[in-house]
Structure formats: structure tokens, C-alpha cells
């Protein structure tokens, strides 16, 4: 038996899809029914509740919006998110759902504005309902639709009587055949979730209107053809007067209009009113003349190389869900902006409308990508997937047409999607021949068609930088079928998903980009991806946290999986968004080894004359010397700079000297407008002047104490050389270290790669290093030295540590630290850290203040440093810290130089750092971290607002820590960014203050 919402047909009782001007375009009436909905939630689809009952008693429900969140982020009174990856979370048995399939009843009353024209038709307009849905009107069942993100419209001319009250009806399941082809990784919610309107459609109007608008680079000629026609009722050609008044273009549709024009970009989103009219209805329309093709194997927008410097983009917010809101959409937009991000694919499914609209307005490339995936069927090997199966060509095919029709508009998309995760098929190419014949002037992609067969553009995820490196070179491995490859190989490569941003990181993310600007072949990527989808929830005792699977019993969930943005749930720039921007940076400042910068100008359309290179030297925070660079770049030029020649540098101190040259757009023309702010840094890059001075050799004497030990200017030590107290406060811990709360990507074993890093330091006992002191002795020179060993249980593995104390000076203020390390026994693969970790007693320790000579002010590692700027910073610890939604490491600073810490009662500490030798190499000052708990806290929580400080300051102070790779989707760590168990030395000096 099979139910209606488990048929596997095109919507029924439907407007034929068209290119609907964008809302509030036109003249013709639009009333929206957004507000609340009377609402019942039934454990079935079959109901059996009369659709002509208007259900007055029932429950209110707001749309558009999720039924699972209604009481968010308190009470959860029509059931709870449920969050998978791949797999579905029911049987797989298509067309087939389980009978439970939480079905919501949504009624409304219909009334039409009493102005409301007597002619013509009037169309319900739903944008979005999750799954499957019919709708009635005062009982008589008029459509059955589906395609979650895609529009639906029912004419209800006829039916609705002026000043009358009529019944909508809306059924919708939580569960249907569609569901088989929506699976994307993300959270199942359901519901009439975008909006909904009724609208007029006058007789001789434009219920479709498309606009074609290209752009002759060779002239600077931009083609405009509008064409029109009757969809509602009766189809056919509609003859409308087209006007650009800016343009002075004047003609009919379906002419073409030429005109010399200034193109659309990106960089440069330029639209142009067109008005379209007839004499019935008028629209006007934000048209952008751009042209999109491959030549040569390289992708062109407006005959110029572009590079997509990209991310994926889920509709996302933390209490509605993808009931995304106006506002939340244009925050993405401006936060893309302002970070670098030139490009969106919209994984995956087709945006609420009014994002391209967002996207058009401020400049963004835009893959739009079709409302399938059905990537759970892979577990099995891919069997009865729809992609392959002529039973599903009809419903696939819809929907993707559905995608471009709504969508041809906009000149921001300049490529279609397929789908994600859909593996192949006879489907794909009976989408990509319905794609070409509606719109011939944009290419297709569609990752999981590895031949490249039906697409235009070589499309991979995750392809580690060697593959990446050979494809851009056209030298990559052959596919399997030499006619495949061959076409394959002559294609523009793109990167539809890299870096996963899960947790700390992504690393690498230089590497790529380096590699996308050379080879033409490579036309960039999109990073996985914008935001952690952490739903807002409270706990027992009432906090709100960011919930990811499993947070709602889910019996069968990926739990933190779904927590791999950019942009934590509330849409805090992670410092992988910050780490993004200064890679895809459009002016990038890049120091080279000869002591001078590189200034590239990286836009494909715009010189920099917007841009002031503004420079400084500055020592610290101390502004030494500052001016500007006189230099405008054409694009895709570049220019080396140097300081100043008569530049006067200070003497060594005790602070590196800097040169920064900032980037700054300070100049925002129409184009501009809404989005950069006020010194906005579009690339930054520095040149270390002068070194720090360097610590002065320690001079003064150790002395013996009453009680056996030893007393080192501050630092108090027992009898066998136990650091007991350091500036008069209790040590908990001091040892060598070589491990961290693991990362989303250390627990992952990157693509390619045996085991995780993880495991790696669990099996090398690096999570459970102790010490074994095997001498003390005072030296000659008045130094203490011990010698310990530090290794974990059940292996051999471990760390040889000679440590020398010696006071600084006469004083009592200041000791100096010298540890000599040499690991032991077999070496693990890698190691997390190589440092030291000191545990001190301060109780307020969250708002301890600190300030820091080094690399800032955000966090950084081995592969993720571009963003970070040598200078002199400040914070508390508690904003130090990253709360990332699934806790881990977090928070290293590099390059430290010294660092003063501040506690509540008003004493402090400074640590100052010599060089620090790792292996061979030799580097200036330390990796620190600081933190209110322990790492091992750290690791125990499975969200931030279960750490508690614990009255303790915990300090790391490294020589070198591990970098952090994409490993929890794809590569793991670098091999320059590997830490290997090598000989180090760390050389500090504490001072109380
Ligand atoms: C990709 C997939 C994305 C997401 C990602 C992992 O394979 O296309 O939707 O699941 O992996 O976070």
C-alpha cells in the first residue's frame, strides 16, 4: 500500500513554476499570510481531521517556522530536532516512511483585502514547507506539493469569494517519499517554514518575467532581452514595453536591447532599473549585465579569470532553524563581505529568494544548488538510489527546474547545481539537459558526477593540496574511461567544499589559496562551512547552550558533526573566519625573505585606488612612526615594498619593532554602500624591524631554605626540585607537556591517514605524562638543575628533561628558566605540544587580565597564523578563550614574547621568553595558553557552559604546538605543520610584579 505522501509524483493541482518577479517589485497586490496559524500536531498522516474545520481551540503556531522549535529554547511541545549526517533516520525503504510520522494540521482564515481587483486570478505563493504537503481551501483539496526549499503556488481564482471567510488547510508531514531525496546533513525540522502570500495576478500581466542581461567585454556592451508571459490560467507570450531609464533603453520584450554599460561583478555588483510593463501591470527589475563562460579551460566572468573564494551556506539560525529571517540573511551577507567571502553555494538547496536578491545588491557569486541529496542510500552501496532510477526522473527533474526558473534572475548565480551527495546516475543527466534548456548561459555543477560527464566544471571535495596541485597543472590521475577523461581534463576545477571548519581550525587554508592563484585550471573553492548549526536550548538549571545531535535523545544522531562553521551559532566570527578573511584577503601583504612585502591585488576588476596602504612601525602597541604608500595596483598586479628608506629604527627593547601595512578601504562609492565599514583592512602583512633585546644572562644564587628545599628570586622549589610556589602563589603543576584537549580534527583520522592524531598521543601515553626526578644539584654558576624524566603508563615512550633556576639577578623579584628536552623511546607519529604546562593558585583566574607581546589578538596555529599580527595585545582570560560548541584546545598565542599577567588582588607575574629552539630550529619566544580549568576539563565537557573554573590558572608554555588541519572531513595536518617528539628548549624568565 502506498500513501499519498509516499508517492513518488510531481505536485499535483500546482502553477506551472515560472520566474516570478522578486516581492514588492510590482504593482500588482500582494497580501501576506506570515503571522499565526491554528495548529495540531497528529502522531500520523492519516489524520482523518476534517479539512474544512477551522480549528478555532487549537493550538497558535507562528509562520513561517519549524513545529519542533515553537517553544525553543525552553519547552519543546511538538516534539525535538533530530540531527543526522548521511544516514536517514528510518528504515530505508523507498518510497516507503514509518507509519510515525508527525503530521502537522495548519489552518488559517483567507479573506481578501476589500480593494482587492474583481479580475484576474489571484495565486497562493508558499516559499517553503518541509516535507510534503496539501493544501485545502474550505475543504475541497486543491494541491499536493513537495520540494522543501523550493516554491509552490495554487491558483485560487474562483474560490475565493470577496468579503468572505474561507478555511486554508494545510497538511503537512514530517516524512514522505521526498524525504529520500533531502537528505542533507543537517537538522530533520518540518513545517511551513518560509513564507506565505496570496497575490493578484491582473489579465494581460507579467506572471513571468525573465530577464536576460549580458555583457560584451570586448565593447563594454551589455545585451538586455526581457522576456514575458502568461503562466496563471493561460499561457502564453506576453507583449511588454521594456525601459532602463539610466540607460535611455527603450523597446519591447523580447527584443534585444544594447546599450554601453558598466557590468555586474562581485566586486562591483552594478544593477540597473529595468521596468517591464504592460498595460495591466508594471515590475521593475534589478538587472546586472554579466557574462559568465569557460574558455580554455578557465573560468571567466566578464572575460577575466575569477577566483572563488568561497564558502557553503545553510540557512541557519540558532533559535528559528532555516526559518531564517530578513535580518539574518543580510548579517550573513555583510559578514561574508567584510571577511573576504567573494562566493556562496547555497548547500544545499535553493536560499530563501531573498538572499540571491542580498546577493545581487552587494556582490556575491552565487552557485545555487538544487533541494537533493540522498546520501544515505551510499551506506548501502547505493542501491534503488533515486539519482539512477526512472521512477524519480519526473519529481528530479521538477526540481531542478523549479531552481532555475525562480532563479534565472539574478546575476549573482553564476552556476547551477545539481544537487549534493546524490551519487550517479540516469537522473543526472536528464537534470543537467533540463538545466541546458532553460538556461544555456550558465554552467553546471554537480559534484558527484566524478566523470564530469554531464557538468561543466571538474568538481571535488576535500581534495587534499597534492591532488589539488597536480589537477591545477592538468596532470592529475586518469578516470577510469579515457573519453571521460579527456573532457574531464580540459575543464575549470573547483574545490564545492574544503577546509572543514569543525571545531578549531581549518589549517592549510594558505596552501589552497596559493595554489587557486596559481593555476588557471583551479577556479578557487567553497570552505565547509558558514555556521555551526547549534540549536539554543536550556538546560536543567536553566542556561542556555548550543545543542548539536544527540542534545535532544535522539536515538540515532552525528552529534557534533553538525557543529562545523565558521561563524559559531551565534554568529561570533570563530577565529577560522578571521584566519579565512586574511586568506582570501582581495590586497594581500605577504612578507618575503629578502625583508621586503608583496602587495598583490587580487580583484579581477578593480584597481586599488580605493585602498590605502597605510603603514606603521610600532613596537608593541607603541606607534613608533606611521605614513602611507603611494601605490594603485591594476588588478591581478602586484608590487614589492620596502620601509622607508630614512625609516629610523629603535635600538632592541623590550619588544620586537615592527612595520604593519594595513589595507584600509576607507572609500565607499554607491557599490560600496552598506557594508564597509569605517577602515575596513582588506589585507595586512609585516616585516619583524628589530628583534627583541635579549635576556640578560642570569646572575644571581640559588639558596638553600629551612625546610630542605631551595629558594630561586620567586620561585619556591622542595627538596627535589618540585616547583612548590611561584610570586607567592601555589604551584598545582609544573612538568614537560605534549599533549591537548583534542581537537574535532585531531580525534579524525585525516583523509589518507592510519589512525587519528588522537590516538596517536593516547597510545604514546601522552595524556597521562607524569614525572620521575632523578637528580637535583647546584651548580657552580648558582643555578639549580634537575633531572627528570616525564613519560606516560605502558609504554617507553617519554621525555629526558634537564631544568636549570637561577634568580636573575640580586633581587628576590625575578628567576630565570632554562629546560632542556629530549624525548625518549619510540616516537609517536607526532606529538600535541612541546612545552611546558604550570598550574598556579588564583582564584579569580577567569578575569585575570593579560597582556601579551606577540602574534594577535587571535588565536593561532602552525597552519593558521595568516590572520595573526605581531603587536602587543590585551584580554582577560575569559575572552581568551574560543568556546568553541564542542569544546577543545583552544586559544595558543605564538611568537609571545613576554607576557604580564594581572590578577584580581593587583600582584602579577610577567614571563619574558628568550629563543626557543625546537629541533634545529631556532624561533622568538613562546606558544602560550591560559585557561580557568584544566585540559583535561576541557576535553571532559561536551559544551563550553559546563566549564567551570576551578580556581586555578592553568598556563601553557610552549616551545611548539601542533597545527590543527581539516582532519574531520578532509586532510588531516601538513607536513610543516606536523610536530614530530624533536629536542627543545625554552628559555623564561618570571618576575613578580
Ligand atoms: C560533505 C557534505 C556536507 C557535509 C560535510 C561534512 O561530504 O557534502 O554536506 O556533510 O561533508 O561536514
Redesign the pocket.
Known sequence: MTLAHESVATPDGVVPPRFRPPAGSGDAPVVSLDGEWRFRLFPRADTGVDRADPGTDWDRLAVPGHWQLAGAPHTWPYGTPAYT?VVFPFPVDPPHVPDENPTGEYRTTVRLPADWPADGRTVLRFEGVDSWFQVALDGELLATSHGSRLPTEVDLTGHLRPGADHVLAVRVTQWSALSYVED??QWWLSGIFRGVSLEHRPDGGLDDVRVHAAYDHTSGTGTLRVDAAAVVGAEGVVDARVTVPELGLEGRSGEELTALVEPWSAERPRLYDVVVATDTETVTLAAGFRTVAIEDGVFLVNGRPVKLRGVNRHEFDPLRGRAVTPERMLEDVLLMKRHHVNAVRT??YPPHPRFLDLCDRYGLYVVDENDLETHGFEVDGWVANPTDDPAWTDVLVDRVTRMVRRDAHHPSVIMWSLG??AGTGQNVARMAQAVRELDPTRPIHYEGDWSSEHVDVYSR?YAPTEEVELIGQGIEPPFERADADGRRRGLPFVQC?YA?A?GNGPGGLSEYDALFDRYPRLMGGFV??WIDHGLTRTDDAGREFAAYGGDFGEALHDGT?IA?GLLLPDRTPSPGLVELAAVYAPVRVDARDDGSLLVRNRYAFRDTGHVELRWTLHRGADELAAGALDLVLEPGTEAVVRPPADLMLPDPGPEPVWWTVRAVQDKADALDEGWVEPGLVLGAGQLLLVDRAPLAAPSGRVTATDEGGFRAGPALLGARGELLELAGRTVHAFRVDAWRAPTDNDRRPGRGQGQSDEQTWYRAGLTLLGERVSGVETLPDGALQVASRVSGPAVRTGFDVRTRWQPSGAGDDAVDLVVDVRPEGPAPENVARLGLLLALDVPEAAGTGVRWAGLGPEESYADSTRAALGGAWQHTVTDWQTPYTHPQENGARRGVTSAVLTFADGSGLRIDAGDTTVGASTRQGIELSLRPWSDQALDRAAHPHELVPDGRLWLHLDAAQHGVGSAA?GPGVLPDARLRATPFRLRLRFTAV
Do not use: G, K, L
Open positions: 549526517n542533507q546533513d548547500s544545499h549534493n551527495e571535495m567544499e572543514h569543525m565547509w562551512e558533526f562545523d572531513c
